[in-house]
T-cell receptor, first 110, second 115 residues
Framework: EDQVTQSPEALRLQEGESSSLNCSYTVSGLRGLFWYRQDPGKGPEFLFTLYSAGEEKEKERLKATLTKKESFLHITAPKPEDSATYLCAARKQAGTALIFGKGTTLSVSS | GAVVSQHPSWVICKSGTSVKIECRSLDFQATTMFWYRQFPKQSLMLMATSNEGSKATYEQGVEKDKFLINHASLTLSTLTVTSAHPEDSSFYIC???????????FGPGTRLTVT
C-alpha cells in the first residue's frame, strides 16, 4: 500500500536552532515528492517538488532533499514566522492526486 | 499566477440541509480538480477526482450520492454536501491541475460546520 509517513509529529525549536523534518515514503513509481506549508485554517502553500534521488532545492531558510526512500526538509536558523505545519506528499503519476503524510507541526519560539 | 479560490471560506448549516462549495481556477484552465477533506490535526484525504465534462471518480468509502461533484467548466468545480450531518463537519480543500504542466494548486479551503 502506498504510504507517506512524517516524523516527528510535532517539533519545538528555539529561534536560530536548526533541525530537519523527515518524510519516508513507500510509493511505487514515484513521480514527484512535494513539500507544502500549511497555516491554521488555510490551504497548503507549495514549497518544493523533488523528482529524483539526490535532488536538492532551497528557498530562504528551507532546503529539501530526496533519497530513494525518504525526503528531508532542513530548516536553518528558523524564525517564529516559520511556525506552521509542514506537509509532505507523493505523486504516483503525473497529474494524479497526491498522497499526503500527516504533517509535522513546527513551533519556533523567540 | 496559478491561483485557486474557494467559496465560501466558511459555512455553518443545520443538520439535514445541503451545502455547495465552489472551487475556481482564476488564471488557468483546470482539466482536473481534486477534492480533499481534512479533519483536525489530520492530513488531507482525497475524496474524489473530477474531470471537466465527465463524472467524478470517488475514493473508496466516499459516498457519491452524499458528496455531489460537478465540473461543468475548465475553471469551476462544485462540491455539494447533501443532507449534511455533524460528522460531515470538516475542512474541505480543492486543488486544480493545470492542463499543460500538470502542477496542482490548492485553494484556501472551506470550513464546514454542521449543527
Amino acid at each position: 500500500e502506498d504510504q507517506v509517513t512524517q516524523s516527528p509529529e510535532a517539533l519545538r525549536l528555539q529561534e536560530g536552532e536548526s533541525s530537519s523534518l523527515n518524510c519516508s515514503y513507500t510509493v511505487s513509481g514515484l513521480r514527484g515528492l512535494f513539500w507544502y506549508r500549511q497555516d491554521p485554517g488555510k490551504g497548503p502553500e507549495f514549497l518544493f517538488t523533488l523528482y529524483s534521488a539526490g535532488e536538492e532545492k532551497e528557498k530562504e531558510r528551507l532546503k529539501a532533499t530526496l533519497t530513494k526512500k525518504e525526503s528531508f526538509l532542513h530548516i536553518t536558523a528558523p524564525k517564529p514566522e516559520d511556525s506552521a505545519t509542514y506537509l509532505c506528499a507523493a505523486r504516483k503519476q503525473a497529474g494524479t492526486a497526491l498522497i499526503f503524510g500527516k504533517g509535522t507541526t513546527l513551533s519556533v519560539s523567540s | 499566477g496559478a491561483v485557486v479560490s474557494q467559496h465560501p471560506s466558511w459555512v455553518i448549516c443545520k443538520s439535514g440541509t445541503s451545502v455547495k462549495i465552489e472551487c475556481r481556477s482564476l488564471d488557468f484552465q483546470a482539466t482536473t480538480m481534486f477534492w480533499y477533506r481534512q479533519f483536525p490535526k489530520q492530513s488531507l484525504m482525497l475524496m474524489a477526482t473530477s474531470n471537466e465534462g465527465s463524472k467524478a471518480t470517488y475514493e473508496q468509502g466516499v459516498e457519491k450520492d452524499k458528496f455531489l461533484i460537478n465540473h461543468a467548466s475548465l475553471t469551476l468545480s462544485t462540491l455539494t454536501v447533501t443532507s449534511a450531518h455533524p460528522e460531515d463537519s470538516s475542512f474541505y480543500i480543492c486543488s486544480a491541475r493545470e492542463g499543460k504542466t500538470y502542477e496542482q494548486y490548492f485553494g484556501p479551503g472551506t470550513r464546514l460546520t454542521v449543527t
